[in-house]
């Protein structure tokens, strides 16, 4: 079964810019969409944006387009999450997800 691994989260500044990796286990990566999710704390875990297997089309939250970006790289089996113009509001633990699976997740604190 595929697994899915996030990093990058960190502590970041508000307008600060972040980019989350998801890794995935095996090549199966590059036939399924990539989606991306976060849940802050007290709050129900959010679709950020979903990404087709070619990376050809991508889909956003509005609470996000502008500001985020899906990118993926099926040769690494590897997912992006590129972020800028960060603000508190963004503080959640990211998740990478593909099917059922998800990652386990990686936390993103923005804060001054």
């Known amino acids: 079964q595929v697994q899915l691994v996030e990093s990058g989260g960190r502590l970041v500044q508000p307008g600060g810019s972040l980019t989350l990796s998801c890794a995935a286990s095996?090549?199966?990566?590059?036939?399924?969409?990539m989606s991306w999710y976060r849940q802050a704390p007290g709050h129900q875990r959010e679709w950020i944006g979903t990404?087709?297997?070619?990376?050809?089309?991508?889909n956003y939250a509005d609470s996000v387009k502008g500001r985020f970006t899906i990118s993926r790289d099926n040769a690494k089996n590897i997912a992006y999450l590129q972020m800028s113009s960060l603000k508190s509001k963004d503080t959640a633990v990211y998740y990478c997800k593909q099917r059922s699976i998800w990652g386990q997740g990686t936390q993103v604190t923005v804060t001054s």
């Open positions: 095996d090549s199966s990566f590059g036939t399924l969409n």
């Open positions: 990404t087709t297997p070619t990376g050809a089309y991508t």
